[in-house]
C-alpha cells in the first residue's frame, strides 16, 4: 500500500466498532466541504484558536472541526500566528492565520 493511500484512508484503528468505521468513512466524505468552509471562516476572521473556529460553526462536531484544521495546518494553509495566544478554558491556545499566498 502506498503511503498517499494509508492517508487517503478514512481513519479509526482496526480494533473499533463497526460503528467507528462507518463514523470515520461518512466524515471523509464532508472533509472537502469542512476544509472550504474553514478556510473561508478564516479569510472572514483572520485569526482563530480551535475553540473560536468551533464558536463559528456550532452546526459541526468540535472535534472534527479541529481534525479538519490540523488536517489544513498540516498542509501549510493555516500556520500559527506565531507570537499570538489567547486563553480559552484557562488554557493558552495556538491563535492560526491564513498562510500567505
Not at 494509508?6 to 471523509?28: I, K
Not at 462536531?61 to 500559527?80: E, I, Q
Not at 506565531?82 to 499566498?101: C, E, F, K, P, T
Request: charged share 30%; net charge neutral; proline share 4%.
Amino acid at each position: 500500500m502506498s503511503q498517499l493511500a494509508l492517508f487517503s484512508e478514512p481513519r479509526s484503528r482496526h480494533d473499533n466498532p463497526d460503528t467507528s468505521r462507518d463514523a470515520a468513512r461518512a466524515v471523509q466524505q464532508h472533509a472537502g466541504a469542512l476544509e472550504n468552509l474553514i478556510l473561508e471562516t478564516f479569510c472572514l476572521c483572520d485569526y482563530l484558536t480551535d475553540d473560536e473556529l468551533c464558536e463559528r460553526m456550532p452546526e459541526r462536531h468540535a472535534p472534527t472541526v479541529k481534525t479538519c484544521r490540523s488536517r489544513l495546518s498540516g498542509r501549510g494553509l493555516l500556520v500559527d500566528s506565531g507570537v499570538q495566544r489567547r486563553n480559552s478554558r484557562g488554557r493558552n491556545q495556538i491563535v492560526w492565520r491564513l498562510a500567505d499566498a
